[in-house]
């Protein structure tokens, strides 16, 4: 399984962006996806996540309201949509994938995912 990870990008505050995690080597509809993000200096910090056989979603609770996942079975892809995006939320961006159908809360920790892509940057600006 690889994971592709795009659409980070240098955004104004306030403005939007879509961020992809195409993959390949297995159906998104059979694997849980999260998004994680890094900024300079500090941890993977949980963005989302969604499971895979109900499409349960789960989100970090500051980032509710602003972010949104959805998914694409044609394309093979999920797609993590930022609005309203803030200097706080530059970091690079990284999706996961897990086979399992986890407790939703379970999405939250980096262990529970198998498969990595690389990251995209993201950096709000003005």
């Known amino acids: 399984v690889q994971l592709q990870a795009s659409g980070g990008g240098l955004v104004q505050p306030g403005g939007s962006l879509r961020l992809s995690c195409a993959a390949s080597g297995r159906a998104v509809s059979t694997m849980s996806v999260g998004w994680f993000r890094q900024a300079p200096g500090k941890e993977h910090a949980f963005v989302a996540a969604?499971?895979?056989?109900?499409?349960?979603?789960v989100y970090s609770n500051p980032l509710k309201g602003r972010f949104s996942l959805s998914r694409d079975i044609a394309k093979n892809t999920v797609f993590l949509q930022m609005n309203s995006l803030e200097p706080e939320d530059t970091a690079v961006y990284y999706c996961a994938a897990s086979r399992a159908a986890y407790n939703i809360g379970s999405y939250h920790y980096p262990n529970n995912y198998q498969y990595w892509g690389q990251g995209t940057q993201v950096t709000v600006s003005s």
């Open positions: 969604m499971r895979w056989n109900d499409r349960n979603t």
